[in-house]
């Protein structure tokens, strides 16, 4: 009887072991950042002109993607004249500059100087293929214009067009004179 209970017991701890592959390699590499940058201060170039400046307090880049994170950044973006179009702020930046693709999050300041328009988020994501600046469905994004405040969800904007847009809930005051 002794015997018959080793023998089930054994056969039943083969059977609901866990197995582990050992010839698979985990490539850590891919979660560690290949470079760290500590108070940054970055101006992109484009024929010849600066298009952009930015300030992080923290940059990541990754090794083998077009991946960047940022923490706490400052960026103005600037026409052919120099003149500043854009700035803004954010507590966090994720871009991936091969997709065009950026996302911002914590505290987002931007103010287009061109429109003289101001939009405050917590979060946001840019397309620059297609020029999209949009907010989650659920997100609340601040506009100010013209003395207009208004409060959406739903956002998004096109800078193709000039246009945005809610899908959401709006609320917001309007100043006349």
Known sequence: MKNYFFIVTLILVVFTSCSLK???AVEADGFVPEFILSNVNMTQYKNGNSSMQMEAERLEQYKG???TYAK???F???NDN???TSEGKCGLLFSDTEKKLYEL???IEVVNHDD???FYADA???NEKTEQLTGSKSDVVRIEKDGTIIFGSGFSASGITKRFTFSGTVTGDIETK
């Open 22 to 24: 050992y010839d698979t």
């Open 65 to 67: 993607t077009s991946e």
């Open 72 to 74: 706490n950044m400052n």
């Open 76 to 78: 103005k973006i600037l």
């Open 82 to 84: 120099d003149e500043v």
């Open 105 to 107: 999050y914590d505290n």
């Open 116 to 118: 003289d328009t101001k």
């Open 124 to 126: 946001l994501k840019y």
